[in-house]
């Protein structure tokens, strides 16, 4: 079979595969080596994202995970701002919600579930056209309370980085995916930006 075919058929079916994967609510974190034929590597940074939350610590877990799914995701490889970098990832935790979902006997509340709202808008750096945005982003996790406070903030805090996981595994995905549809990203500067569902569960 001709090279060319070959790579062809590899693409058709990596977008295949995302396809049938986002029908399904989940969208693939794609591997170092699924794209290294279609498209070449892109620089991309992704500077600490705002936190408009009473939460301190969100802006910085949602960058870290952002960070290290696309540095383990092919064609991105994660650089500095100030090493001018092709792609531009910027945004804000805007909300976070803790709701109650379930209660003991006593009407004391025993799990609850977070639900993170992101911003996110994916530039181009080279003409500073908007390439891709998800403007209400929304990712939940659940966990559970108990009387040991110190534990119940515990797993409080594990529900962020769980939440912000499943959210950077759907951006690195999607953002690929974008990529690859758009075949050259530098040929169309001015294309219509991609969104994704608001919601990850």
Not at 36 to 44: D, L, R
Request: hydrophobic content about 40%.
């Amino acid at each position: 079979m001709p090279n060319e075919l070959k790579i062809n058929l590899s693409y058709f079916f990596l977008l295949l595969a995302a396809v049938l994967a986002a029908g399904c609510g989940y969208t693939l974190g794609l591997p170092p080596s699924t794209t290294a034929g279609a498209v070449t590597s892109q620089t991309i940074a992704v500077p600490l994202l705002e936190n408009d939350t009473t939460e301190p610590l969100l802006g910085e877990i949602v960058s870290h995970r952002l960070k290290s799914q696309l540095n383990a995701t092919a064609p991105w490889r994660i650089v500095n701002t100030d090493d001018r970098p092709e792609w531009l990832l910027k945004g804000r935790v805007t909300v976070v919600l803790v709701t109650p979902m379930a209660f003991d006997a006593d009407s004391q509340a025993t799990e609850y579930r977070v639900e993170l709202h992101v911003n996110l808008t994916l530039t181009r750096t080279a003409d500073d056209s908007v390439f891709w945005s998800a403007p209400n982003l929304i990712s939940v996790a659940d966990y559970y309370a108990n009387q040991d406070v110190t534990a119940t903030r515990r797993s409080k805090e594990l529900s962020f980085q769980d939440a912000s996981q499943r959210l950077a595994d759907l951006v690195a995905g999607q953002l690929t995916v974008a990529l690859l549809e758009s075949k050259s990203p530098h040929e169309n500067p001015r294309e219509t930006p991609k969104k994704i569902p608001n919601k990850i569960q």
